[in-house]
């Protein structure tokens, strides 16, 4: 059995209801489903209540950044307290569609990194052509970032993948390390027990589904693509990446 450590199970098309009746027979332990706004998070919150197998991070995504008001903030302070939240996230900097509002983005990013040490929680790390930022807050609220955190659907190279190996983050890998153009190459010096592997569905199918709608039962693919670079037993690798997420995400029962 494997644990998707990073699935979108309310995201537009999501078909939540036949992922969630299929997960055992799919070989799913758990899905951590990921908070992008409030009302995805409540939803989250919501659905890990209902769903013993689902937990679930509330958070507001960088891409939301510019709209997010006071109150957004004080709302995912609020629901980060709700039974089965077993992180913030994905919080972080993207720099890919919109560079003007980088100021708002880093104050909206360091406010949730405030939320998870009020609760004693680990964030979820979303970076995209902003990695010189991202470390740069990471490095400077090190001191109240509850550690292992993560770093999610990662796709930098090995500088940074150590750079942030050394303040205490796990790498988390998503469909998209089964690309060709993808750099594989530093892979396998990341430490077994700082690994993760997530889907991030509906987003990032792993070869060969690329291109069709993901889904959470696809992670074994890429922990397949995973298993092989560090040339291991694919049991034996599921179970580590099993072991890896309850490590991270302390509330989540076995
Ligand atoms: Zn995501």
Redesign the pocket.
């Known amino acids: 059995m494997i644990i998707d450590t990073?699935a979108?199970l309310l995201s537009p098309g999501v078909d939540t209801f036949s992922i969630i009746e299929r997960m055992k027979d799919d070989g799913l332990e758990k899905i951590v489903n990921?908070g992008t706004d409030t009302g995805d998070s409540e939803g989250g919150v919501l659905l890990a209540k209902k769903v013993k197998d689902v937990y679930t991070t509330v958070g507001i995504h960088p891409e939301y950044a510019s709209k997010t008001t006071k109150q957004d903030i004080e709302k995912i302070n609020a629901l980060a307290s709700e039974e089965k939240v077993v992180a913030i996230g994905?919080i972080g900097l993207d720099y890919h569609f919109e560079t003007d509002n980088k100021e708002k983005q880093k104050e909206i990013f360091i406010a949730q990194i405030k939320i998870a040490k009020a609760h004693n929680l680990p964030i979820c790390i979303?970076t995209r052509d902003a990695k010189e930022d991202t470390y740069e807050i990471l490095k400077k609220y090190s001191d109240i970032i509850v550690k292992p955190s993560i770093m999610?659907?990662f796709s930098e190279d090995w500088e940074y993948a150590k750079k942030f190996l050394d303040l205490g983050f796990y790498i988390s890998f998503s469909g998209n390390i089964t690309y060709k153009k993808s750099d594989r190459s530093f892979v396998k010096d990341i430490p077994l027990d700082r690994i993760l592997v997530e889907t991030?569905s509906p987003y990032l199918s792993p070869e060969p589904l690329r291109g069709t709608k993901n889904e959470p039962k696809n992670v074994k693919l890429t922990a397949q693509k995973l298993a092989d670079l560090y040339e291991m037993d694919y049991e034996k690798f599921e179970k580590i990446t099993r072991d890896n997420a309850y490590n991270v995400f302390k509330g989540m029962k076995r």
Do not use: M
Request: charged share 25%; net charge negative; aromatic share 0%.
């Open positions: 990073h979108h990921i994905e979303h999610h659907c991030d």
